[in-house]
C-alpha cells in the first residue's frame, strides 16, 4: 500500500482493489528481485527454487491480471511500500560479504518474509472476492494463495534439510 496515497473506501469493493493493487505491484517488484537473488545463491538447489518461484511469479501476475479483466478493469499497480521494504533487506544479503552458505541461509529467511507477506495478502483479497460475490476471482486468487504456500513450505524444507546445516558448519 502507498505511502502518500488517497485512499477512499467506501466498500468492501473499493478495498478488494486496494488489495490486488497492491499485490500486483509486489508481484512485479519480485520478479525483478528473485534473478539476482537467483545470482547471489551458492546452492544449485537453492538456485533452482528461486527459478522455480520466478516462473510461478509470472503465472500469478497473469492470474491478477485476469482478475482485474473478470472485474472490468484495468490492472494496475498501487507502489507496496512494504514490498519495496522486503526487497531492499534482501538486496542487502546479495551484496553481503561472508560465507556463501551463511549467506544461502540468509537469502532463504528473506524469500520467506516475501512469501508471508503474499499468503497474508492473498489471503485477504481471496476472502474478499467471495465476500463480493466474486467466486471466480476468488478462485483464480486461491490458486496462488496455494502456490506461495507451497513455495513457503518448500524453502522451509530446503532450509532445514541442508541450508541450514551447512550455515552451522560454516
Ligand atoms: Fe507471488
Known sequence: MGVFTNLRLNNLEDLFFVEIKDLYDAEQR?????????EAARSPQLKRAFDDHLRATEGQIERLRQVFSALGRTPEGETCEAM?????????????EGDPDV???ALIAAA????????????TARTFAYRIGRA??????????????????????????SINVKAERS
Open 136 to 161: 471466480d476471482a476468488a478462485r483464480l486468487l486461491e490458486a496462488t494463495l496455494n502456490e506461495e504456500k507451497q513455495t513457503d513450505k518448500k524453502l522451509t524444507e530446503l532450509a532445514e534439510a
Open 84 to 96: 519495496k521494504g522486503l526487497i531492499a533487506e534482501s538486496d542487502e544479503i546479495v551484496k553481503a
Open 30 to 38: 519480485i520478479t525483478k528481485a528473485l534473478p539476482k537473488m537467483k
Open 112 to 123: 520467506q518474509r516475501v512469501e508471508h507477506y503474499e499468503i497474508s495478502g492473498y489471503g
Open 103 to 105: 549467506k544461502d541461509a
